[in-house]
């Protein structure tokens, strides 16, 4: 496979191949996507529709579903004609599923060395993919590695478990362009955040396939998300990966938050403003909790209704130490006194108001401004 030309932007430090999967772009110069699976029952049209729609709704871009029998394969063709985003068949030890997932018009197909391993199976679907122009992505995972000796790797016996799963997604890529398939998403997920980013690290010198990143089976949200985004978010930061899911036991969209804030964070892309707010202390006279989360409702109700998408900085700080001074980097804040709160631009303070008039002063002041 011909290398991409390396750039010397921290974002695309590792430059990828650019796949089309339905009508977005991965790798290559193309945004970080974000990523989660449908949580439904698939063959559940109505409820896999209606989950998928909230999923569009709240900012994801590609979306999973399991295809775990034939009706669940029959169910793609309905499920594609009612959503916007691509959809994605996950498919696990029976190749036929993953044939009659491309039949029904799936995006894309995961395959799982793991479990669906036999050469020619896994060439009888690569052919059929790529006649229909639809990309497979090598989705290894370290529960199916440790598991099986089905991986098809020889002489990994006493190597670490990142090295294993990087030489079984190798294995499995020479399958695929054994037949010039080159359409090729990879994934090494462990539950284990130390393995995935050693795993991601060490597959990204030796490819340039587009890379989905995720730690397998995070946990509950509380945990989860803080694996998700310290694994994530390394890996992001090295300039090593092209789509991510973050994996909670949880509401799929409080997946797609997760990823929104991660990628934010690392100001990779920009979904809302960036909301600097001090944690309070004794020196606080307001109730700042409840200003914040105030502020965010009303700002995600009418955030249509501004003209700028350059999302801008927001301070809200508890006293006057925090604001302006500590925040002054900020498009526009509030340092608030007793009672009071002290509204400011870049710095420079525009006016006072009540404790109970700083959120619409806020909301004034980012309308005025993006207008500007």
Do not use: W
């Not at 063959?43 to 669940?72: P, S, Y």
């Not at 694994?231 to 509401?251: C, F, Q, Y």
């Not at 409080?254 to 804030?261: C, L, T």
Request: proline share 3%; hydrophobic share 40%.
């Amino acid at each position: 496979m011909a290398k991409v030309a390396a750039t010397p932007c921290a974002a695309y430090a590792h430059m990828t191949k650019q796949i089309k999967v339905g009508k977005v772009r991965i790798g290559g110069r193309a945004p970080v996507l974000i990523q989660s699976m449908a949580k439904t029952d698939t063959r559940d049209v109505k409820a896999t529709v209606n989950q998928i729609k909230e999923l569009e709704k709240a900012g994801c871009e590609l979306v999973r579903i399991a295809v775990k029998d034939f009706q669940a394969a029959s169910a793609i063709k309905k499920i594609r004609k009612k959503i916007k985003i691509p959809l994605i068949a996950d498919i696990h030890f029976d190749y036929r599923l993953a044939i009659a997932a491309i039949e029904n018009g799936a995006d894309k197909i995961r395959l799982n060395p793991g479990n669906l391993y036999k050469e020619e199976q896994v060439i009888e679907v690569a052919n059929l993919a790529k006649k229909r122009r639809i990309p497979i992505r090598v989705g290894v995972n370290s529960g199916s590695v440790v598991s099986g000796v089905r991986c098809q790797v020889s002489g990994v016996r006493g190597i670490s478990l990142a090295i294993r799963m990087v030489k079984v997604a190798l294995n499995y890529i020479k399958l695929l362009e054994k037949v010039g398939f080159y359409d090729i998403i990879v994934s090494l997920k462990a539950s284990d955040l130390v393995t995935t980013v050693d795993a991601y690290r060490k597959f990204s010198k030796v490819s340039q396939y587009p890379l989905h990143l995720g730690i397998t089976a995070a946990g509950p949200v509380s945990t989860g998300i803080v694996k998700s985004s310290i694994g994530i978010g390394v890996l992001l930061s090295e300039g090593i990966g092209d789509t991510i899911r973050v994996s909670l036991t949880g509401h799929p969209c409080e997946e797609v938050a997760a990823a929104k804030n991660i990628l934010q964070a690392l100001n990779l892309r920009r979904f809302s403003p960036d909301i600097i707010s001090c944690p309070t202390c004794g020196r606080c006279q307001v109730d700042l909790q409840k200003i914040v989360r105030e502020f965010e409702a009303r700002y995600a109700s009418c955030v249509v209704r501004f003209a700028s998408k350059q999302f801008p900085a927001i301070a809200i700080m508890g006293c006057e130490v925090n604001g302006p001074g500590e925040a002054k980097e900020a498009d526009i804040g509030v340092a608030c006194g007793k009672g009071y709160g002290a509204i400011f631009k870049k710095g420079k303070i525009i006016k006072r108001v009540k404790e109970k008039n700083i959120v619409n002063e806020l909301i004034y002041a980012l309308r005025t401004t993006q207008d500007a």
